[in-house]
């Protein structure tokens, strides 16, 4: 089992989304995810956690933002529950596969100033059972 954490200041991912274009949402969220920010209440915090998940992925993945890994590579999508998931594509994909990895759970969470993430990677064979 590998474990990912995150933490970033909302207003710091604030700023980069109020530049006055959408290059920075489109390079960093998938279209789903921009929706989801896009409609979402306070957009900037949820945008922040979202940014705090793909970076807890990656690093629970041992790679960062490196060997070809983008942000997009990893997509944050909610069940009907509201809890947040990572859906794997492009080179963190393939790293998974190769690897017999996946994502076992991530979890978000926020203030107003603040978002932070964890996530938890294993082996394609384990299971995750509510306790």
Not at 31 to 38: D, F, Q, S, V
Not at 72 to 92: F, I, N
Request: hydrophobic fraction near 45%; aromatic fraction near 6%.
């Amino acid at each position: 089992m590998h474990i990912g954490i995150d933490i970033v200041e909302v207003p710091r991912i604030a700023k980069a989304l109020n530049r006055g274009d959408k290059g920075f949402l489109n390079a960093v969220y998938t279209a789903g995810e921009a929706a989801h920010i896009e409609q979402a209440h306070a957009g900037d915090v949820r945008a922040a956690g979202i940014w705090a998940a793909k970076e807890a992925v990656v690093k629970a993945f041992g790679v960062g933002f490196s060997e070809g890994v983008t942000f997009r590579d990893v997509e944050v999508r909610y069940t009907a529950t509201g809890q947040p998931q990572a859906v794997l594509s492009g080179k963190l994909a393939s790293l998974a596969v190769d690897r017999s990895l996946q994502v076992l759970s991530i979890s978000i969470s926020h203030t107003e100033n603040y978002a932070a993430a964890t996530a938890l990677v294993g082996p394609v064979s384990a299971e995750v059972r509510p306790v």
